[in-house]
Nanobody, 117 residues
Framework: QVQLVESGGGLVQPGGSLRLSCTAS????????MGWYRQAPGKQRELVAA??????NYAASAKGRFAISRDVAKNTVYLQMNSLKPEDTAVYYC????????????WGPGTQVTVSS
């Protein structure tokens, strides 16, 4: 059973930074794509950042502020968030995709990020 667990969320003031971590119970090599999604109250879950072995993609709102990376040895993917804004407030979820028929999605339980003064 593949398990993803996020950590690193919390309360931060506008303009501050946080680094989220997502650790897989198994190897990150199990996933073809790793990503971060977020969901604010009353809103749909949206993609923030994703990466494969060769490509990184970001939501327009995240470009220039957020960076996704991984440490294969630690089976961990990170989301570095800088210049945080109140609109970044949401529950952030780690996601892993396995390209099969159908695609298999694995989700962490989420970690709360609150940007407020």
């Amino acid at each position: 059973q593949v398990q993803l667990v996020e950590s690193g969320g919390g309360l931060v003031q506008p303009g501050g930074s946080l680094r989220l971590s997502c650790t897989a119970s198994g190897s990150l090599a199990s996933f073809d794509v790793m990503g971060w999604y977020r969901q604010a109250p009353g809103k749909q879950r949206e993609l923030v950042a994703a990466m494969s072995d060769s490509v990184r993609n970001y939501a327009a709102s995240a470009k220039g502020r957020f960076a996704i990376s991984r440490d294969v040895a630690k089976n961990t993917v990170y989301l570095q968030m800088n210049s945080l804004k109140p609109e970044d407030t949401a529950v952030y979820y780690c996601n892993g995709k396995i390209w099969a028929s159908p695609v298999y999605d694995y989700w962490g339980p989420g970690t709360q990020v609150t940007v407020s003064s």
